[in-house]
């Protein structure tokens, strides 16, 4: 599972803090928290579902309770504890669409973002990651407008977060869950790359429609120069980053070594970079719409284009050796 419109990237950020705050009360007391039958926000990784409690138990005087995942297969459906549990409230909800924005970076990823731009001239890259994103776009960078940006925010993030592919949000918690619990990384270099899925659907559009509206072409450009600017800045996991160093050196561009995996992340992203472009309503829905048709392209092509077994056989970030 991932960001759901129960309801994802990425990613992969932490929540530890937030569950510390947030754990459902009533563990090893008298009365449960919930009962059969009430709707409420469960955990799942590293993001919040709309699940609702068919079934509880106390089991070692500490109440648990059986949950459906609204939307979802049956097969999820689990026994949980009252601390992957949440009430269904207006503050919650907020909790939960902020889990799904920056699921693919968490505290680590920060941190090592913020030294790397440091090191190399924050000044710099950061006027080029904006550049980059302007091409991805093609808007301009928002000025503080009080009132407004959360408006914008809104509109920037409606389509692209509401109809995200559940299988795909799925795609994004198992990748989180293989790299980040259990040390195990996709083995690269990846085929096929990001570089040759985007040229692939690049071929795809034009033999759907006949003839092929350059503005795909220049999404797809500017999608590729971001994925190079932002993977080594804000789409890696801690556990992925002596990897990375290892397979990009010189003059390799990482989507030419990566794959559907991290590009998937990527897509978790944009609602927050198109946050920071001024467009019209109607141009920013037609950008939308095209995202999401690469979106589905990613999804047909799910079984072909993402790797099904991890690679457990490499040191971790650690030095360890990965179980």
């Given at each position: 599972?991932?960001?759901?419109?129960?309801?994802?990237?990425?990613?992969?950020?932490s929540d530890k803090d937030d569950?510390?705050?947030?754990?459902?009360?009533?563990?090893?007391?008298?009365?449960?928290?919930f009962k059969e039958?009430?709707?409420?926000?469960?955990?799942?990784?590293?993001?919040?579902?709309?699940?609702?409690?068919?079934?509880?138990?106390?089991?070692?005087?500490?109440?648990?309770?059986?949950?459906?995942?609204?939307g979802w297969n049956k097969n999820w459906d689990e026994?949980?504890?009252?601390?992957?549990?949440?009430?269904?409230?207006?503050?919650?909800?907020?909790?939960?669409?902020?889990?799904?924005?920056?699921?693919?970076?968490?505290?680590?990823?920060?941190?090592?973002?913020?030294t790397q731009h440091k090191q190399k001239g924050s000044n710099a890259e950061a006027k080029a990651d904006k550049d980059d994103t302007k091409s991805l776009v093609k808007g301009k960078k928002r000025k503080s407008q009080p009132g407004t940006e959360e408006k914008e925010r809104r509109s920037s993030e409606s389509l692209l977060v509401s109809q995200f592919p559940l299988t795909l949000k799925k795609q994004l918690v198992d990748d989180w869950e293989y790299v980040t619990q259990m040390g195990k990384l996709v083995k690269l270099p990846?085929?096929?790359?990001v570089d040759e899925i985007?040229?692939?659907?690049?071929?795809?559009?034009?033999?759907?429609d006949s003839k092929i509206n350059d503005s795909y072409a220049e999404i797809l450009k500017g999608l590729r120069c971001y994925f190079d600017k932002a993977l080594p800045a804000m789409?890696?996991?801690?556990?992925?980053?002596?990897?990375y160093n290892e397979e990009v050196k010189g003059d390799v561009s990482p989507s030419t070594v990566y794959g559907a995996e991290h590009l998937l992340r990527l897509f978790v992203k944009l609602p927050e970079l198109l946050a920071f472009v001024n467009m019209e309503e109607d141009a920013l829905n037609k950008l939308q719409q095209k995202l999401l048709d690469i979106l589905k392209f990613l999804q047909k092509n799910q079984s072909t284009f993402f790797v099904t077994v991890y690679d457990g056989n490499r040191k971790g970030a650690d030095g360890s050796k990965s179980k």
């Open positions: 599972m991932g960001s759901s419109s129960n309801t994802n990237t990425s990613g992969g950020g569950k510390k705050e947030d754990k459902g009360k009533g563990k090893d007391s008298a009365e449960p928290s039958g009430d709707r409420v926000l469960a955990y799942h990784g590293p993001l919040l579902y709309e699940a609702k409690v068919q079934r509880i138990e106390n089991l070692d005087d500490e109440w648990r309770y059986f949950v459906h995942y609204l026994w949980v504890a009252n601390d992957r549990l949440l009430s269904l409230t207006d503050e919650n909800v907020r909790k939960q669409q902020e889990l799904e924005k920056n699921q693919v970076v968490d505290k680590s990823i920060k941190s090592g973002r913020s990846r085929s096929p790359t985007l040229k692939k659907y690049l071929e795809h559009r034009a033999k759907k789409l890696l996991y801690k556990k992925e980053r002596d990897q």
